[in-house]
């Protein structure tokens, strides 16, 4: 029951390109997708990382959200996401914010 309940909260995704891309086992890739995060999502980063340092928590989030980049579905790290590049750490923050918003909107 709790899978079947996670899929239904977390069926909002989007896909977005890097500018820079993520290098993965020598394979650079551009396009990611990424999925409104669930409260479960939430709680989970704010375990790893206070909501009171927001890059960190953003990062520990993302983490949990991203579905794919390229063809690589994880699992995903912090330290996977630590390769980014500022301007596509900004792509990838945006689309977060995109999926909050559109989820406010359902």
Do not use: C, Y
């Not at 394979?27 to 999502?41: G, N, P, R, W």
């Not at 990062?59 to 699992?75: C, I, K, N």
């Not at 977060?96 to 559109?102: D, I, S, V």
């Amino acid at each position: 029951m709790t899978d079947e309940l996670e899929n239904k909260t977390n069926n909002l995704t989007i896909v977005r390109q890097f500018k820079h891309g993520l290098t993965i086992a020598g394979v650079s890739h551009k396009e990611f997708e990424i999925h409104e995060a669930s409260l479960a999502d939430m709680l989970d980063a704010e375990k790893i990382s206070p909501a009171s340092s927001p890059m960190n928590f953003n990062a520990e989030l993302a983490v949990r959200q991203l579905v794919r980049v390229g063809d690589f579905t994880g699992p995903f790290t912090l330290n996977l996401l630590k390769r980014l590049r500022p301007a596509d750490w900004w792509t990838l923050r945006d689309a977060q914010e995109e999926l909050g918003a559109m989820g406010e909107g359902e």
